[in-house]
């Protein structure tokens, strides 16, 4: 084998190693698809105490969860906050919480105000039982219905370009909650 061969040889076996990496990168684990779910983004960009007390509640989920058996109906509002607030009580006495920034209360209330404020495509599957296809069709032909942004350029009215700098904040915030 000439030394042309053995390099030519080689960059297929790192191509090879390259793309397994990329496939294994784009691979999430169910508890960062359920994590996703519910706040709309990946854990990745969360402060590391929600994501580690999420996980607990993952996984006390999963005890209790039999393929093919019936499901208890969804929670209310104030169960999930109770449970919440177990999770928490438990991560901290678990020692996840190197040092408490703010007090408990303020952190379970700011994760139910999360959790309470769901996105349309949450609120559609998870409500309604929209299959996943669905739910990005209904979302997609929202997003689609909503106006543009508009632009206040030319103008020299503050006052119109704070009204078009709302309109197109108020735009984002909705595009935001959809999915």
């Known amino acids: 084998m000439t030394e042309i061969e053995k390099t030519e040889g080689e960059i297929k076996v790192l191509q090879a190693k390259l793309e397994l990496l990329k496939e ?3 691979h999430r684990s169910p508890a960062e698809e359920a994590f996703k779910e ?3 983004y990946y854990p990745e960009v969360c402060e590391r105490s929600v994501w580690v007390a999420f996980q607990k509640g993952y ?3 999963q005890k209790d969860y039999k393929v093919g058996e019936y499901q208890p109906t969804p929670q209310t509002p ?11 009580k ?7 919480f190197d040092e408490p920034s703010k007090p408990m209360d303020d952190v379970i209330d700011r994760l139910v105000e999360k959790y309470k404020s769901q996105k349309l495509w949450n609120m559609v599957r998870n409500e309604l039982g929209y299959s996943i296809d669905c739910c990005d069709e209904i979302v997609d032909l929202v997003e689609k219905w909503l106006p543009k942004e508009q632009s206040a350029e030319g103008s020299q009215n503050v006052d ?3 009204l078009v700098d709302g309109f197109n ?3 984002k915030k909705i595009k935001d909650g959809l999915g």
């Open 24 to 26: 294994m990168e784009k």
């Open 38 to 40: 519910v706040y709309g």
């Open 59 to 61: 996984k006390e989920a």
């Open 78 to 88: 104030e169960q999930v906050e109770q449970g919440l607030r177990d999770a928490m």
């Open 90 to 96: 438990q991560a901290k006495k678990d020692g996840v």
């Open 160 to 162: 119109v370009e704070l």
């Open 169 to 171: 904040d108020c735009l």
